[in-house]
Each structure stands twice: as structure tokens, then as C-alpha cells.
């Protein structure tokens, strides 16, 4: 069985305005948006870090790993690894057309999933649409660059550092104690579009009120929420 790659233009047409990579209508976590970030300082020659962030559509629930050179081994590693903590099922995975994500690695592993998974969608942006993935752009800046800056970060043994570091204490900070917007409509009016957003919350809130995430795991999110501080967690 082979894993059907859509484009994202059907998919932004069925879920919202296809020109603002906005899925108004997704309700359900575990629709993720993948993209990455080149810790490369001024210039891409040479072997150097790559973070890569996946943000869930629904709930804002964001992870980040870092991987060496962004070879296909490891990028699908860390999104096994990513797929694994978070407190929901990988449904649907949207990605830009970069080969880190476009490879024979990733549609194998998307592929077994499938079977076991029928209803797991794998879509794709449009060439030149950076906006197809406007949320997980978004994250690239608050999640990864507000972390490392850009600096370059070329020696391999910085990557374990980096996924410690991104695992725990700062998927912990960002996703049970930084509450985000999320948008709630959009009008026309005249040639200009109005925005109103939702009271923002953080992404460990809209899991609690998601209906779609078992009691079971609603639960244990609760008892590691009340042994979290977040001012030790951003000395960390």
C-alpha cells in the first residue's frame, strides 16, 4: 500500500481559505503542520543542526527536535519520537515540499502507518505558498529561534543536548503555560479582512476541553500539569 501525498490546495479549499493557510474548520487534534529551521548562521555550506517543528492544528500543541544535516534516518526518528509525546493520535502530517520531508524514508514509515491507520492523511503545500503552513511558520519563531537564535550550531554532539532540551523542559514550558490566539472568524468587509480571536489559552488547556483526547490521558496530562513549575522550567 502506498501513501497518497495530496496537494494542499484541496485541503486549505476544504478546510478554509485557500489563499490564507488557515484550516477554520479543523476540530480535531492531531492534524499537525511539519516544517524546518536551519541553525546554519550566515551561511548553508557545510554540516550544521536543523530543528524540526511540528505544531498541531487544533489545539496549538507544538514539539521540536533537532536533527544533524536533516537526513531522512533522522527525520523520521524525531517524527516518531515527536508522534509519540504527543497526547494524541497523528491523524493527518502537512509538510512543505523540501526533500527532508518528500523522501522514500518518510512515505515508508506514513505508508505502514496507513494500513494499520486508514483514515492518515499526508498533504503537502503548494510551490511558493509559505502560507499553506502559516501556523507551524509561526511556531518556527517563538519555538526554535527564540531558543538558539542564529547562531550556527555545526558540532553533532549539540543534538542530543538539543532534543533534551526539547523534549522536556521547554515542550513542558511552551505547551502547559504559554497560552496562544487562536483565530475564531474571518470577514470580508469592503476590501479588507476582520480578525477576531478566541480568549487565548495554552495548548495543554484546549487538549483538557478537546472531546476527541480520552479521559485517561486528559488525567494523566492533570497530574503532571500539578507537578510543573514554570519558573523552574525556564531557569532550566
Not at 40 to 50: E, K, Q, R
Not at 81 to 108: H, Q, T, Y
Request: aromatic share 10%.
Amino acid at each position: 500500500m502506498q501513501t497518497e501525498i495530496r496537494d494542499q490546495a484541496g485541503l486549505a479549499a476544504a478546510n478554509g481559505d485557500p489563499n490564507s493557510g488557515e484550516h477554520l474548520d479543523i476540530k480535531q487534534p492531531g492534524f499537525v503542520e511539519a516544517d524546518t529551521v536551519a541553525h546554519c548562521g550566515n551561511s548553508l555550506a557545510g554540516l550544521f543542526a536543523w530543528s524540526i517543528t511540528m505544531t498541531d492544528i487544533c489545539t496549538q500543541w507544538t514539539e521540536c527536535r533537532a536533527v544533524w544535516h536533516k537526513a531522512s534516518p533522522g527525520i523520521v526518528a524525531q517524527v516518531k519520537d515527536i508522534e509519540a509525546n504527543m497526547p494524541f493520535r497523528l491523524l493527518g502530517f502537512d509538510c512543505d515540499n523540501g526533500s527532508e520531508f518528500l523522501n522514500n524514508n518518510l512515505k515508508a514509515y506514513f505508508s505502514e502507518k496507513k494500513k494499520v491507520h486508514v483514515d492518515f492523511t499526508w498533504t503537502r503545500s503548494r510551490p511558493y505558498k509559505k502560507n499553506d503552513n502559516a501556523h507551524v511558520e509561526q511556531k518556527n519563531w517563538t519555538h526554535p529561534r527564540q531558543l538558539f537564535g542564529r547562531d550556527r550550531l555545526d558540532f553533532p554532539q549539540l543534538i542530543p543536548l538539543m532534543n533534551d532540551l526539547y523534549a522536556n523542559e521547554f515542550s513542558l514550558l511552551r505547551n502547559h503555560f504559554f497560552p496562544n490566539f487562536k483565530l475564531h472568524e474571518k470577514v470580508l468587509i469592503r476590501s479588507r479582512y476582520r480578525r477576531k480571536y478566541q480568549q487565548p489559552i495554552t495548548p495543554y488547556q484546549r487538549v483538557l476541553e478537546s472531546t476527541f483526547v480520552s479521559d485517561q490521558k486528559k488525567q494523566e496530562l492533570r497530574d503532571l500539569h500539578t507537578t510543573l513549575d514554570p519558573i523552574l522550567l525556564s531557569k532550566t
